[in-house]
């Protein structure tokens, strides 16, 4: 079955430093993929989205990539901070191609000082 | 502040109790979902409802009782669950089910069965 999987289940950077969270997708009629950051004892909160006619999207420090060839999604976080510690999860909308997201396990960013 | 509000955030319940769920959203939206998230696992859709109608039960036991009074609520009633059944619900908000688009989390109720 379709699934979304995440490279690193943890990852620690160090403050100031590039985040890089990537993602892999197996659905090739997703067309639609989101971001999510999940901080502890909270909900999910979108981050950035990005639909497949477009390879790269940028939002404010975070830019998304989209390589629909090998199907791979990378989150970056430029300048990391001690607020971006949390777990991010991608989604995709898979084959209905509406709401039924397929979400991934999720990737665990620590941010070092 | 996400524009969907879930109470209670903490719930212990035994297995033969009877409690329910509540979620509000004042975003104005006309879908709402119901997703479980159990730990090192990928969210569960659990039930969609769009326009108060349910559109979506993704197979879910029947000791789960969703309840959609109208677009701005959502219940979910618990009764005669199982300990595996403890994780977190969050509830999500959507402009509608016909495309994609961002949904809207609220901050989930943990749920503990004994």
């Known amino acids: 079955g379709e699934s979304v999987g995440l490279h690193l289940p943890t990852l620690s950077v160090q403050e100031g430093d590039n985040s890089i969270i990537n993602c892999a997708y197996s659905n090739s009629a997703s067309d639609y993929f989101i971001w999510y950051k999940q901080e502890s004892g909270k909900g999910p909160q979108f981050i950035i989205d990005i639909r497949s006619n477009m390879d790269k999207r940028q939002g404010q420090r975070v830019t998304v990539l989209l390589n629909k060839t090998v199907k791979h999604l990378s989150l970056q976080i430029a300048a990391t901070q001690p607020g971006d510690s949390a777990v991010y999860f991608c989604?995709?909308?898979?084959?209905?191609?509406?709401?039924?997201?397929?979400f991934g396990t999720g990737t665990r960013l620590k941010v070092l000082a | 502040e996400t524009g969907v509000t879930q109470t209670p955030r903490h719930l212990v319940m035994g297995m033969t109790n009877k409690k329910s769920l509540k979620c509000e959203q004042h975003?104005?939206?006309?879908?709402m979902y119901w997703y479980k998230q159990s730990a090192k696992k990928p969210l569960e859709l659990m039930f969609v409802y769009n326009f108060k109608e349910q559109t979506e039960n993704n197979s879910v036991p029947s000791r789960f009782s969703p309840e959609c009074p109208n677009s701005s609520h959502l219940f979910l009633h618990l009764h005669t669950l199982q300990p595996e059944d403890s994780a977190l619900y969050l509830c999500?908000?959507?402009?509608?089910?016909?495309?994609?688009?961002?949904?809207?989390f609220g901050e989930g109720s943990r749920l503990t069965v004994l």
């Open positions: 989604a995709e909308n898979g084959p209905s191609g509406t709401y039924k997201y397929i």
């Open positions: 999500a908000s959507s402009l509608g089910t016909s495309d994609t688009g961002e949904l809207f």
């Open positions: 975003l104005g939206h006309n879908a």
